[in-house]
């Protein structure tokens, strides 16, 4: 009103937003954005991290691998009120989304601050079950007469080469393959017996059954990497949760 622009525009099925509306709304979502990681620094305290922290991760990392060591992080650091994003879509940082993102792909946004956390490798694996029916094959000439368990492709897969296993198999000979579109789901078919996959070696838990097979595969690594805005740099939360990852990422790798 005070512009004397017209922000949104009437049609058959509602309204939408005219040009300026556009205008505004952009501006308008990016200043929230930059209010949102201003209050969360200026809420902290100067001498120990204190305050909410929103970690995003995908579903497979989140729930494999970040879930199951998040309870030492907030025993250690019990003013801290962690939340965490479960989820495969894009976190926008610079809009306050959350405060960290642990991603399986570096950044395109050249202001974010990142560091490669965790560089891990997809490895073949089985299950008992399915080794008891079909046995081991001897190498990976052998995957084709074996059923193999793939992400499907009707959704784009959080990490790169997903689909590896593929990758081992002749391109002219047709092989029996259950897709997947879903990380987790893959690791629990192969778990419960439906056939041969590859997974990160992060999602290889105690407690999922799964065997690793075939270890002179050439398959590929992958890094994760921490990342989180500028707006953040110095802060004790960012800073507490970075270094306690680093410890858990290294203990694993002597384990």
């Not at 990392?61 to 994003?85: C, H, Q």
């Amino acid at each position: 009103r005070d512009l004397k622009v017209s922000l949104f525009k009437r049609h058959a099925r509602g309204l939408t937003l005219t040009e300026q509306g556009k205008i505004l709304f952009k501006t308008a979502h990016d200043i929230f954005g930059k209010i949102a990681l201003t209050e969360a620094k200026l809420t902290e305290s100067k001498e120990n991290p204190t305050g909410p922290l929103t970690i995003a991760a995908t579903v497979a990392f989140g729930t494999t691998w970040l879930a199951p060591r998040i309870e030492k992080f907030t025993n250690s650091y019990p003013d801290i009120d962690v939340s965490i994003i479960i989820e495969n879509k894009y976190t926008d940082l610079a809009q306050g989304e959350a405060d960290v993102a642990l991603r399986l792909t570096e950044p395109t946004q050249m202001d974010l601050i990142r560091f490669p956390l965790y560089e891990f490798q997809f490895k073949i694996y089985s299950s008992p079950e399915y080794i008891e029916k079909f046995g081991i094959p001897k190498d990976v000439s052998e995957l084709p007469n074996h059923k193999i368990v793939a992400f499907g492709d009707s959704v784009e897969p959080s990490i790169p080469d997903v689909n590896c296993i593929l990758d081992l198999l002749p391109k002219n000979k047709k092989v029996k393959t259950l897709f997947i579109s879903n990380m987790y789901g893959v690791m629990r078919a192969i778990g419960g017996g439906a056939g041969i996959g590859a997974l990160p070696e992060y999602m290889r838990i105690s407690n999922n059954n799964l065997v690793p097979i075939l270890p002179n595969a050439d398959t590929p690594k992958t890094i994760i990497y921490f990342t989180y805005p500028p707006e953040l740099k110095g802060s004790k939360k960012i800073e507490a949760l970075r270094d306690f990852l680093v410890r858990e990422v290294n203990k694993e790798k002597k384990s």
